[in-house]
């Protein structure tokens, strides 16, 4: 397994991936390193056919409290422009296994960003969630104000993008962001488990599912439909749909080869 510097990545069984941000001094601060190391790991538990879910988690006191604001404070246009800064993060958006965000304590700016790239985000009942960028002078820029607008609506998003607050996690439950919200000393063990469950369904069927999810917030209803339907027929093309029928036909549990 590769060595890496911010993160540490592990391989729970049951087909699971994790991935573990940690630079606790500075609250997971989304360094570049931080970006080029995680979106490597994601990408080889991507290629490897024996991962069927992959989490990404932070410590107890933050997931990630934002990009790292040290770094960017003495760049000016041209460099950020010339980097075109944080469009690595967009990798992880390509990922095709399905994505899980465990996010404990503070989860500001990138950290909030990162934590909606993923799929499934199921919180603690300590986790914090807000877009501040706007009290340093800049905004959102890894997707948190078109990721925010889609998935709590333009109330909030405005709310918090323009005044930098912060949302609660009971908030951010009412809101639509998060998926489950578990006490924080379960929270690994809940996002590891749901990531066994997804892992243990069919790899085609999982990934088609994750795709017409996301399709269903980049296009119209119609077409959105349209595209259900050609996955939802291609399914039938695989060996763990004749797999899984049979099995509820017999009264068994199926056992998906991804075929
Ligand atoms: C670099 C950070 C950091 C960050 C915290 N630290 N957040 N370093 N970048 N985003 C460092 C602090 O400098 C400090 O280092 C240590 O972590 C602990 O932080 P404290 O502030 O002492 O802790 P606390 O008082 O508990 O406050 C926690 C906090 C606060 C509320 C989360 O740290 C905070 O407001 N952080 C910034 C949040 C933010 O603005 N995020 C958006 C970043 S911009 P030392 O060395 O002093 O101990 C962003 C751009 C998005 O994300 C664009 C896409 C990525």
Known sequence: MTHYETIETSTPDGGVGLIRLNRPKALNALSLTVMRELTHAAAEFDDDAEIGAIVISGSERAFAAGADISEMAALDYPDVVQADLLAGWEDLAQVRTPL?????????????????????????????????????GIIPGMGGSQR?????????????????????????????????????????????????????????????AKEAVNRALETTLSEGVRFERKLFHAAFASLDQKEGMSAFLEKRTPVFGGG
Not at 111 to 135: N, R
């Open 100 to 136: 899980i965000a465990a996010v404990c304590g503070y989860a500001l700016g990138g950290g909030c960003e990162l934590a909606m790239l993923c799929d499934l985000l199921i919180a603690s009942d300590t986790a914090v969630f807000g877009q501040p960028e706007i009290k340093l």
């Open 148 to 208: 925010l607008t889609r998935a709590v609506g333009k109330a909030k998003a405005m709310d918090l993008c323009l005044t930098g607050r912060t949302m609660p996690v009971e908030e951010a439950e009412r809101a639509g962001l998060v998926s489950r919200v578990v006490p924080a000393d379960q929270l690994l063990d809940e996002a590891i488990e749901a990531g066994r469950t997804i892992a243990a369904m069919s790899r085609s069927a999982a990934m088609a």
